[in-house]
């Protein structure tokens, strides 16, 4: 069970929509949910692993109509073009600015990623090499989400 704190003023189903229009694309339906139940912000447990071992944190998932742009899902996507691929869409940030992912592409729609701005390509086009599969779904992310305290 994950806690939310400093999550923004509730959307309604319209928000959603309006955003999908901005991004020309369909928002995988657990995030959707996540999104009218919390709209974006912080998360606990927040350490992500990675093949059993911890690989970063979650610092915060975006949310829609965020006055603050370094929170708006929208404004997130359209300063991250030409750095990430167009089949993937961006949900969230590490605190070292790294940044979550959904998989666009059919064969795993909704899969999250991890893109890794320390190892992108800003000579040029987008590639794969700085992208690494973090769960096949929103819903999993969050499962696998745990304390490193613990």
């Known amino acids: 069970m994950i806690e939310v704190k400093n999550s923004y003023k509730t959307i309604d189903i319209d928000d959603i929509d309006q955003a999908q229009k901005a991004l020309s694309i369909k928002l995988p339906e657990q995030y ?14 927040d350490g992500v692993m990675v093949d059993g071992k911890h690989f970063d944190f979650v610092a915060y998932l975006y949310s829609i109509k965020n006055k603050l742009a370094v929170d708006d899902l929208v404004t997130k996507c359209n300063e991250l073009k030409g750095m990430v ?66």
Do not use: R
């Open 32 to 45: 959707a949910e996540f999104l009218l139940k919390h709209n974006g912000g912080t998360i606990f447990p």
């Open 85 to 150: 691929l167009d089949h993937y869409l961006p949900f969230g940030e590490s605190p070292g600015g790294d940044v979550f992912c959904f998989s666009l592409l059919k064969h795993e729609l909704g899969a999250v990623y991890y893109w890794d701005h320390e190892e992108a390509n800003y000579e040029g086009e987008p590639w794969e090499y700085n992208m690494t599969k973090v769960a096949d779904s929103f819903s999993m992310f969050i499962e696998q989400l745990y304390d490193c305290d613990e």
